[in-house]
């Protein structure tokens, strides 16, 4: 086995090792602290070669023992091929430290060259200086004396300038109360008190005596000024801090100057007219409904600007009243915050609150300046988060009162001009309420996320899962809102204002299949395009999943949203279904219960329950065709396919020449039951899917089933069984132009006559010209009454 063969690992090991041994004495030190572990661990094995405690007896005992002849000359080749190559490894590495030797000791030379005649630099500079040193001396003596007389002469004139500015205080003082100067008046007693106080006695006793009556009239204007209305906050707290510093005692003035900082917070809370004329450029008109004449927002900034300087002041005449200056500044951060409340609950962009916030922010900005202690803007961030979930919740609550509105209010105006109620109108508007309004709402607060303002940067986390949430929430409130409208006629008039009677009833009914449509549209398109939305043209506000946290989730669940709503899509389709056919049922019921079935007389014409019984089809036709897509039909089949769909085709006019006796009658309701067992099997109820045939054939369907029991529950004479079935045949034609599954509605039409037939005491059908003639005489009445215009 050549080197080739032997493992990387095993051949990088040795090498290591190798170096180890070469630059360390000590074979503990020669690995890292893995290493030796590892070396340890096989020190029990007899076959480490590059252990130090192998002992190469028993390795060969062991080797013998374990290998045949050929495997020990292959081992023999391996070993002298290993060793051929650590004494060449171990040449390169002695010829590689030789190299680095001969460089070092180059290098050493070239040092010592260069550091020869330093030494002598070294000693010139130090006579240079030395020099220096004695001739800086030499003038320093030189010009001592007059440097002394200088000083004294300079001493001299000072002190004429003080003698001279004693001698001129009063009349200093007497200008700067004509000219209300009263800092420079206070900065020039102050700065005259010491030699006032050491000579006024003796030297200046006049110059003394006039500037304390200046002074007495002084601190009389600026007590005027602290107690006076007319001046500002500004104003009366620089008097203070003037009055302080002649040592007048103003303790006595804290509490009213308190009393008048207190009383100045509530005009500097922010007002919506100030909001709005912020928003509003000089050259622009003002906005609709702001207040003419109202302060502009910089009047409002120059007020707080002045309650800062006010606090300054406070804070250097009063040290010790920290905590109630921090409760004032506190408290008009409370009542901005307070106002924001107000404000967000009305329907305002997201521009709106933002303007709010900058103006609240600066103001925050501007007391924090004066007043650190405070800690504002921790402050006003606690109350911002109230405010941004506030507003958060008052604009999806107004998104879903949009969608509740463009439910209801297409109906107010068709009742109030008297026309027919626009069940598509109504859907229309509700699908660009619910798919507009959500991307306008997910705009809105992507301009909130993407502002920079230091406020709302801290609260993006924060904004991200509130959205989220608040998605998450309104689609489920909305759900809820779906059901209250469609919970009972009754309480939907009430609240909604539908009239009473027929049209409330038909108008309860289409809004329920609009909220069966629009159930389907959030499901299959508002919620996918909503994704979309925050997962593409929003990504960058609200990409990170907020504060939440994975553990949690996250907060905003679409495909929840998308089964609540497919499974309320279907709750509402069955609803408009369950209460069309009620109002079918209880006409069907009205027919079958009135009239004495068994004292019946022969039928001379179809009922006109048929032509009530169309007629609701009808209006349910119109409905769903403005609602609901079209579909296909499906089990098309002709008369000659087994059913009864003709008077011919019927089992029951097989023998209809054979009126005789009603053992005959019984005879052929025997044959209808056998061919029924034999008839092919028709697949009746299936699932209702949301297209105009599915939904009328459901309801048509429902209908007959309601009309079989009711049959079920009387007692028919022949010429009420005749009446039935004149009615029935009748119907079969118009029914299957509006179902998609003509051979159910066959089965069930016969099904119809077959409850007939069992509940008649002489079963005996109409002859086939009798009742194709009295077809024939209702469709050409039908066409009379309604004449089909050129």
């Given at each position: 086995?050549?080197?080739?063969?032997?493992?990387?690992?095993?051949?990088?090991?040795?090498?290591?090792?190798?170096?180890?041994?070469?630059?360390?004495?000590?074979?503990?030190?020669?690995?890292?602290?893995?290493?030796?572990?590892?070396?340890?661990?096989?020190?029990?094995?007899?076959?480490?070669?590059?252990?130090?405690?192998?002992?190469?007896?028993?390795?060969?005992?062991?080797?013998?023992?374990?290998?045949?002849?050929?495997?020990?000359?292959?081992?023999?080749?391996?070993?002298?091929?290993?060793?051929?190559?650590?004494?060449?490894?171990?040449?390169?590495?002695?010829?590689?430290?030789?190299?680095?030797?001969?460089?070092?000791?180059?290098?050493?030379?070239?040092?010592?060259?260069?550091?020869?005649?330093?030494?002598?630099?070294?000693?010139?500079?130090?006579?240079?200086?030395?020099?220096?040193?004695?001739?800086?001396?030499?003038?320093?003596?030189?010009?001592?004396?007059?440097?002394?007389?200088?000083?004294?002469?300079?001493?001299?004139?000072?002190?004429?300038?003080?003698?001279?500015?004693?001698?001129?205080?009063?009349?200093?003082?007497?200008?700067?109360?004509?000219?209300?100067?009263?800092?420079?008046?206070?900065?020039?007693?102050?700065?005259?008190?010491?030699?006032?106080?050491?000579?006024?006695?003796?030297?200046?006793?006049?110059?003394?005596?006039?500037?304390?009556?200046?002074?007495?009239?002084?601190?009389?204007?600026?007590?005027?000024?602290?107690?006076?209305?007319?001046?500002?906050?500004q104003a009366r707290a620089e008097a203070a801090v003037l009055l302080k510093q002649l040592d007048f005692p103003v303790e006595s003035l804290k509490a009213r100057l308190l009393e008048k900082l207190a009383q100045s917070?509530?005009?500097?809370?922010?007002?919506?007219?100030?909001?709005?004329?912020?928003?509003?450029d000089s050259k622009d008109p003002p906005k609709e409904g702001s207040i003419p004449g109202s302060a502009p927002a910089g009047n409002h900034e120059a007020s707080v600007r002045e309650f800062a300087e006010a606090v300054?002041?406070?804070?250097?005449?009063?040290?010790?009243?920290?905590?109630?200056?921090?409760?004032?500044?506190?408290?008009?951060?409370?009542?901005?915050?307070?106002?924001?409340?107000?404000?967000?609950?009305?329907?305002?962009?997201?521009?709106?609150?933002?303007?709010?916030?900058?103006?609240?922010?600066?103001?925050?900005?501007?007391?924090?300046?004066?007043?650190?202690?405070?800690?504002?803007?921790?402050?006003?961030?606690?109350?911002?988060?109230?405010?941004?979930?506030?507003?958060?919740?008052?604009?999806?609550?107004?998104?879903?009162?949009?969608?509740?509105?463009?439910?209801?209010?297409?109906?107010?105006?068709?009742?109030?001009?008297?026309?027919?109620?626009?069940?598509?109108?109504?859907?229309?508007?509700?699908?660009?309420?619910?798919?507009?309004?959500?991307?306008?709402?997910?705009?809105?607060?992507?301009?909130?996320?993407?502002?920079?303002?230091?406020?709302?940067?801290?609260?993006?986390?924060?904004?991200?899962?509130?959205?989220?949430?608040?998605?998450?929430?309104?689609?489920?409130?909305?759900?809820?809102?779906?059901?209250?409208?469609?919970?009972?006629?009754?309480?939907?008039?009430?609240?909604?204002?539908?009239?009473?009677?027929?049209?409330?009833?038909?108008?309860?009914?289409?809004?329920?299949?609009?909220?069966?449509?629009?159930?389907?549209?959030?499901?299959?398109?508002?919620?996918?395009?909503?994704?979309?939305?925050?997962?593409?043209?929003?990504?960058?506000?609200?990409?990170?999943?907020?504060?939440?946290?994975?553990?949690?989730?996250?907060?905003?669940?679409?495909?929840?949203?998308?089964?609540?709503?497919?499974?309320?899509?279907?709750?509402?389709?069955?609803?408009?279904?369950?209460?069309?056919?009620?109002?079918?049922?209880?006409?069907?019921?009205?027919?079958?219960?009135?009239?004495?079935?068994?004292?019946?007389?022969?039928?001379?014409?179809?009922?006109?329950?048929?032509?009530?019984?169309?007629?609701?089809?009808?209006?349910?036709?119109?409905?769903?065709?403005?609602?609901?897509?079209?579909?296909?039909?499906?089990?098309?089949?002709?008369?000659?396919?087994?059913?009864?769909?003709?008077?011919?085709?019927?089992?029951?006019?097989?023998?209809?020449?054979?009126?005789?006796?009603?053992?005959?009658?019984?005879?052929?309701?025997?044959?209808?039951?056998?061919?029924?067992?034999?008839?092919?099997?028709?697949?009746?109820?299936?699932?209702?899917?949301?297209?105009?045939?599915?939904?009328?054939?459901?309801i048509v369907k429902l209908c007959l089933k309601s009309l079989q029991e009711f049959i079920r529950l009387q007692t028919f004479n022949r010429s009420g069984f005749q009446q039935i079935q004149l009615d029935i045949q009748?119907?079969?034609?118009?029914?299957?132009?509006?179902?998609?599954?003509?051979?159910?509605?066959?089965?069930?039409?016969?099904?119809?006559?077959?409850?007939?037939?069992?509940?008649?005491?002489?079963?005996?059908?109409?002859?086939?010209?009798?009742?194709?003639?009295?077809?024939?005489?209702?469709?050409?009445?039908?066409?009379?009454?309604?004449?089909?215009?050129?």
């Amino acid at each position: 086995m050549g080197t080739d063969d032997v493992p990387l690992d095993d051949k990088a090991k040795r090498m290591r090792d190798l170096l180890s041994s070469f630059y360390s004495p000590d074979p503990s030190m020669s690995s890292s602290p893995d290493t030796t572990s590892l070396s340890s661990s096989k020190r029990t094995t007899l076959d480490d070669i590059n252990s130090p405690s192998f002992d190469p007896d028993q390795y060969m005992d062991l080797l013998v023992q374990k290998s045949n002849l050929e495997r020990l000359l292959q081992r023999h080749v391996e070993l002298a091929a290993e060793m051929k190559n650590l004494d060449t490894d171990l040449q390169m590495l002695v010829y590689e430290n030789y190299n680095k030797f001969i460089s070092a000791t180059d290098t050493i030379k070239r040092m010592n060259s260069n550091i020869v005649g330093m030494e002598s630099n070294m000693e010139q500079l130090l006579e240079k200086i030395m020099s220096v040193q004695s001739r800086s001396h030499g003038v320093n003596t030189s010009l001592f004396e007059k440097r002394e007389h200088i000083e004294k002469l300079h001493r001299t004139r000072n002190l004429l300038r003080k003698v001279q500015f004693i001698y001129d205080l009063p009349a200093r003082l007497g200008k700067c109360i004509k000219a209300e100067a009263y800092a420079d008046a206070v900065r020039f007693y102050t700065g005259a008190m010491p030699i006032l106080k050491a000579y006024g006695d003796s030297s200046f006793q006049d110059c003394k005596r006039a500037s304390e009556e200046a002074i007495a009239i002084i601190i009389n204007n600026l007590e005027g000024k602290i107690f006076s209305d007319s001046e500002s906050i500004q104003a009366r707290a620089e008097a203070a801090v003037l009055l302080k510093q002649l040592d007048f005692p103003v303790e006595s003035l804290k509490a009213r100057l308190l009393e008048k900082l207190a009383q100045s917070v509530a005009d500097l809370q922010l007002k919506t007219e100030e909001v709005s004329n912020a928003s509003v450029d000089s050259k622009d008109p003002p906005k609709e409904g702001s207040i003419p004449g109202s302060a502009p927002a910089g009047n409002h900034e120059a007020s707080v600007r002045e309650f800062a300087e006010a606090v300054r002041a406070y804070c250097v005449i009063f040290p010790d009243s920290e905590s109630q200056l921090v409760k004032l500044a506190q408290s008009v951060v409370t009542k901005h915050f307070e106002m924001t409340d107000e404000y967000v609950q009305t329907k305002i962009p997201s521009a709106e609150l933002l303007r709010v916030l900058r103006l609240i922010w600066k103001d925050v900005l501007l007391m924090d300046e004066v007043l650190h202690e405070a800690a504002l803007p921790d402050y006003s961030l606690e109350a911002a988060k109230v405010a941004v979930k506030q507003y958060v919740a008052s604009t999806f609550s107004h998104l879903l009162h949009d969608i509740s509105d463009s439910l209801t209010k297409v109906h107010a105006r068709q009742k109030e001009r008297a026309e027919e109620y626009s069940l598509q109108d109504a859907l229309e508007a509700s699908k660009k309420a619910v798919l507009q309004g959500s991307m306008d709402v997910l705009l809105n607060f992507h301009q909130i996320l993407e502002d920079n303002l230091e406020l709302l940067v801290q609260l993006k986390d924060m904004i991200v899962d509130l959205v989220q949430e608040g998605f998450q929430d309104f689609f489920r409130a909305l759900d809820d809102h779906f059901l209250l409208l469609s919970g009972g006629s009754n309480s939907v008039e009430h609240d909604q204002g539908f009239a009473e009677g027929t049209q409330a009833d038909k108008a309860f009914a289409g809004l329920v299949l609009v909220l069966a449509q629009l159930s389907v549209f959030i499901e299959q398109t508002a919620i996918p395009k909503i994704t979309e939305a925050r997962s593409h043209e929003i990504a960058a506000s609200f990409s990170g999943g907020g504060a939440r946290g994975y553990e949690y989730g996250p907060a905003f669940v679409p495909g929840e949203i998308c089964r609540i709503f497919r499974s309320a899509g279907e709750k509402f389709l069955h609803l408009y279904i369950n209460m069309r056919t009620q109002r079918i049922s209880i006409l069907l019921k009205k027919r079958f219960t009135t009239p004495n079935w068994v004292k019946h007389k022969e039928p001379r014409e179809v009922h006109m329950f048929v032509d009530l019984f169309l007629q609701e089809l009808e209006a349910i036709g119109c409905e769903v065709k403005q609602i609901l897509p079209q579909g296909h039909r499906r089990h098309r089949r002709n008369d000659s396919n087994g059913s009864s769909a003709s008077s011919r085709s019927n089992p029951l006019r097989e023998e209809k020449s054979s009126r005789s006796s009603s053992q005959r009658a019984r005879s052929q309701l025997l044959e209808t039951h056998l061919a029924k067992l034999f008839k092919q099997k028709v697949e009746i109820f299936t699932k209702v899917e949301f297209t105009q045939e599915s939904v009328v054939t459901t309801i048509v369907k429902l209908c007959l089933k309601s009309l079989q029991e009711f049959i079920r529950l009387q007692t028919f004479n022949r010429s009420g069984f005749q009446q039935i079935q004149l009615d029935i045949q009748f119907l079969r034609t118009p029914l299957k132009e509006i179902v998609e599954d003509e051979a159910a509605i066959d089965f069930l039409l016969d099904e119809v006559i077959v409850a007939g037939s069992e509940r008649c005491l002489d079963p005996i059908p109409l002859e086939p010209p009798i009742l194709d003639r009295l077809i024939q005489a209702k469709l050409a009445k039908t066409r009379d009454q309604n004449p089909i215009t050129p």
